[in-house]
């Protein structure tokens, strides 16, 4: 008992923590109060940094994707978070439904089905550039691959990048927990104090805190969607404040519940489901063309891997590269440099190759298994005339058609609502690993092994689904969370130059660092001995064999 009111005593960050707060606050009074401005000032923003710096987004894009490879496949895997001999605390299976779920599941969800559908039909001028004409067999291939392209491997390794130098240099050089720790290798310890500190993490919570906001303030609308396509229940206020004080309820119970009772078994649950459905989708829709538009996916992403990875919008244009792929770059550095800490968390005593397996190669594929399932039915049955989806999403805008998807699904009077309950899950999931996170970083001497205190949990998670329950009431519905969701993406642009500094740093660490051969050089000569050891006992058992 003693112990937790110790660590529940430990002082706050007062120049993350306030900042943070009211500039969260500030945000959220005025979307309340004039929505249609901050609407418009934040598009403003967001267009003119993608427009001036998607050349920048893809560079660090690609560079950071190169760098994780080379760290997974070389010598400098064999390091060990915490030391050669530390050891790991979950189990495979939890960590990566952790990994998971407190990842882009809900994406996953949400534009399973409607991203190729999207680019199929051209709906917003996808294909226009290409000169690919909508609802051919290579608008179909162009749909798979791109969608292949903007899901898996590369925005996975930006979450995996921020983990990785996170992890190494609080576990292995005995750096704070925090953003600026992930910094000093560039600029020495005095970026973990005063302004430098305040700034660099401060800007890290604002644009999860905005995107956490954003996304939940989305999911309202679609599970609210869901709702009403199903079973007729109206959207209105009154459904969008009960369902955020649902899924803000589970978070915040589960995050004050902590990391081994909470997140974990929630993770556990959702992942369960996530495996039902993939194995459920694949038996009931069209397996060979699900299997034959993977395959063809795949070849149409590679074989444009290097003009869609360096295009800032030039060739593919606005509509394609700007307003999807540099939007979701947008978001996922804006997520990366706290999803790296909570990743970070929950990795003690792995590998970095064991690491980058797990945050990086395993989602990327479940993404791509994900994808052609759900991605190829949706375009079988549109081709085939069995639900006509681009007509229902032109109509009733981007995510509107996956209600359209499940309903023709067999069975979907069972998957419908599972698929409902997934999502509040999921979300809720998404946002009580960040919870966790947030309050963490702004908190003084926070560790890994050690929960923030219980009122600071219970603040963050009450204020992200208070935010977007007002944008979303007060909005107009979708149309109310535009405001936050460029807000989100602006932070993301802001965070970019923090993203930039830890690819630099973690280039130095790894690359340049000469501690960093020797602990490659210690894990090395951990893993001989081990394996001698080993072979040792072998022999001594294969004579104690033989001579019996």
């Keep these: 008992m003693k112990e937790t009111e110790t660590k529940q005593k430990k002082p706050l960050k007062l120049g993350v923590f306030i900042p943070s707060f009211v500039i969260t606050g500030g945000a959220a009074i005025l979307g309340l109060v004039n929505n249609e401005w901050l609407t418009s000032a934040t598009y403003t923003v967001f267009e003119w940094s993608l427009r001036n710096f998607a050349w920048l987004y893809q560079i660090v894009a690609m560079f950071t994707l190169i760098m994780i490879a080379i760290m997974a496949f070389s010598r400098i895997g064999k390091i060990r978070f915490g030391g050669p001999k530390a050891k790991a605390k979950y189990s495979f299976a939890s960590w990566f439904a952790m990994i998971l779920t407190a990842g882009i599941a809900t994406g996953l969800i949400t534009y399973g089905a409607n991203e190729p559908l999207i680019y199929f039909g051209n709906i917003y001028g996808e294909l226009t550039a290409s000169g690919i004409a909508p609802g051919t067999p290579e608008a179909a291939f162009f749909a798979m691959g791109r969608v292949f392209y903007n899901w898996s491997f590369i925005p996975y390794a930006m979450y995996a990048l921020s983990g990785v130098i996170i992890g190494y240099l609080y576990y292995n050089r005995g750096q704070e927990l925090s953003v600026s720790g992930s910094l000093t290798p560039l600029f020495g310890p005095k970026v973990t104090q005063g302004l430098p500190r305040n700034v660099i993490d401060t800007l890290s919570v604002l644009a999860i805190v905005l995107g956490l906001a954003s996304s939940l303030g989305a999911g309202l609308t679609l599970v609210g969607s869901g709702l009403q396509s199903a079973y007729g229940i109206a959207?209105?206020?009154?459904?969008?404040?009960?369902?955020?004080?649902?899924?803000?309820?589970?978070?915040?119970?589960?995050?004050?519940?902590?990391?081994?009772?909470?997140?974990?078994?929630?993770?556990?649950?959702?992942?369960?489901?996530?495996?039902?459905?993939?194995?459920?989708?694949?038996?009931?829709?069209?397996?060979?063309?699900?299997?034959?538009?993977?395959?063809?996916?795949?070849?149409?992403?590679?074989?444009?891997?290097?003009?869609?990875?360096?295009?800032?919008?030039?060739?593919?244009?606005?509509?394609?590269?700007?307003?999807?792929?540099?939007?979701?770059?947008?978001?996922?550095?804006?997520?990366?440099?706290?999803?790296?800490?909570?990743?970070?968390?929950?990795?003690?005593?792995?590998?970095?190759?064991?690491?980058?397996?797990?945050?990086?190669?395993?989602?990327?594929?479940?993404?791509?298994?994900?994808?052609?399932?759900?991605?190829?039915?949706?375009?079988?049955?549109?081709?085939?005339?069995?639900?006509?989806?681009?007509?229902?999403?032109?109509?009733?805008?981007?995510?509107?058609?996956?209600?359209?998807?499940?309903?023709?699904?067999?069975?979907?009077?069972?998957?419908?609502?599972?698929?409902?309950?997934?999502?509040?899950?999921?979300?809720?999931?998404?946002?009580?690993?960040?919870?966790?996170?947030?309050?963490?970083?702004?908190?003084?001497?926070?560790?890994?092994?050690?929960?923030?205190?219980?009122?600071?949990?219970?603040?963050?998670?009450?204020?992200?689904?208070?935010?977007?329950?007002?944008?979303?009431?007060?909005?107009?519905?979708?149309?109310?969370?535009?405001?936050?969701?460029?807000?989100?993406?602006?932070?993301?642009?802001?965070?970019?130059?923090?993203?930039?500094?830890?690819?630099?740093?973690t280039f130095k660490v790894f690359f340049l660092d000469k501690e960093t051969k020797k602990d490659i050089v210690d894990s090395e000569d951990l893993i001989e001995g081990i394996e001698e050891t080993e072979q040792e006992a072998g022999k001594e058992k294969a004579r104690a064999e033989a001579l019996s």
């Design 235 to 505: 959207q209105g206020p009154i459904l969008w404040f009960a369902l955020a004080a649902l899924i803000t309820a589970a978070f915040t119970v589960s995050s004050v519940q902590g990391i081994d009772k909470g997140i974990k078994w929630l993770a556990d649950l959702t992942s369960k489901i996530f495996y039902a459905l993939v194995a459920a989708l694949i038996l009931i829709g069209p397996t060979l063309y699900i299997l034959n538009m993977m395959n063809v996916g795949m070849g149409y992403w590679l074989d444009h891997f290097w003009s869609w990875g360096l295009d800032p919008y030039v060739m593919g244009g606005e509509a394609l590269v700007t307003w999807w792929t540099m939007y979701d770059w947008a978001i996922w550095i804006a997520y990366a440099p706290l999803m790296g800490i909570f990743f970070a968390m929950i990795s003690y005593g792995r590998t970095i190759r064991q690491f980058l397996v797990v945050n990086w190669i395993a989602p990327a594929v479940f993404s791509i298994v994900w994808f052609s399932i759900w991605g190829a039915t949706a375009l079988d049955w549109q081709t085939s005339g069995v639900a006509d989806m681009v007509s229902i999403i032109q109509q009733n805008g981007a995510v509107a058609g996956i209600w359209e998807f499940l309903k023709h699904i067999p069975l979907s009077a069972v998957f419908i609502p599972i698929v409902i309950i997934t999502l509040i899950a999921e979300y809720a999931n998404t946002a009580n690993g960040m919870a966790t996170t947030i309050s963490s970083i702004c908190t003084k001497g926070s560790r890994h092994d050690e929960e923030p205190a219980t009122w600071l949990k219970i603040l963050w998670g009450v204020t992200i689904g208070l935010i977007s329950a007002i944008m979303v009431a007060f909005g107009g519905g979708e149309q109310g969370v535009d405001g936050v969701k460029y807000l989100a993406a602006c932070g993301g642009f802001a965070v970019l130059f923090v993203f930039v500094l830890q690819v630099a740093s």
